[in-house]
């Protein structure tokens, strides 16, 4: 007998950064519930799972409105806390890919209460730890921005 197992669909995350008088920027968006903040992400369309990147910039714009250049692999990945599950062990495994914002519009109408805001690095890692968020996703998101900042860094050399 054949068992169908139902995979998960991949989660990735836009981390959407910008230059401003030569400091970092993190753009950040309101979570559905809207009491917290977070990166730009959602699930990978099955016509995106041999570019995952692809994803990340749609979500980017989508919920942020921001178009720009999306590295093709991941510089981090990290564990969030999965809404759509019903199982005991509810964390979905989100691929960031870094990506340097060159131009905003307005994100998507039924997005619009995302809110999307930059913020210095210090600033992000104060806003995603907002809203009652549990301490080891407080940490997962304080070391995906230091991983972001290193690569951003080491990047413009």
């Given at each position: 007998m054949v068992r169908e197992r139902k995979e998960r669909k991949k989660v990735v995350a836009g981390v959407?950064?910008?230059?401003?008088?030569?400091?970092?920027?993190?753009?950040?968006?309101?979570?559905?519930?809207?009491?917290k903040w977070t990166f730009p992400k959602g699930h990978v369309a099955e016509s995106e799972e041999r570019e995952p990147w692809k994803a990340a910039a749609r979500e980017a714009r989508e919920?942020?409105?921001?178009?720009?250049?999306?590295?093709?692999?991941?510089?981090?990945?990290?564990?969030y806390p999965d809404t759509r599950s019903?199982?005991?062990?509810?964390?979905?495994?989100?691929?960031?890919?870094?990506?340097?914002?060159?131009?905003?519009?307005?994100?998507?109408a039924d997005e619009e209460f995302r809110d999307p805001s930059w913020f210095a690095p210090g600033e992000a890692i104060e806003k995603l730890a907002e809203g009652g968020r549990e301490q080891r996703y407080v940490d997962e998101h304080a070391r995906v921005v230091s991983a972001a900042l290193e690569r951003i860094e080491s990047r413009s050399g």
């Open positions: 959407c950064y910008r230059r401003r008088n030569g400091d970092v920027e993190f753009l950040l968006v309101r979570t559905k519930g809207g009491a919920e942020a409105g921001v178009l720009g250049v999306v590295e093709t692999t991941p510089f981090a990945r990290y564990a019903k199982r005991e062990s509810g964390d979905s495994v989100v691929a960031a890919y870094l990506l340097d914002v060159t131009s905003r519009e307005r994100p998507r």
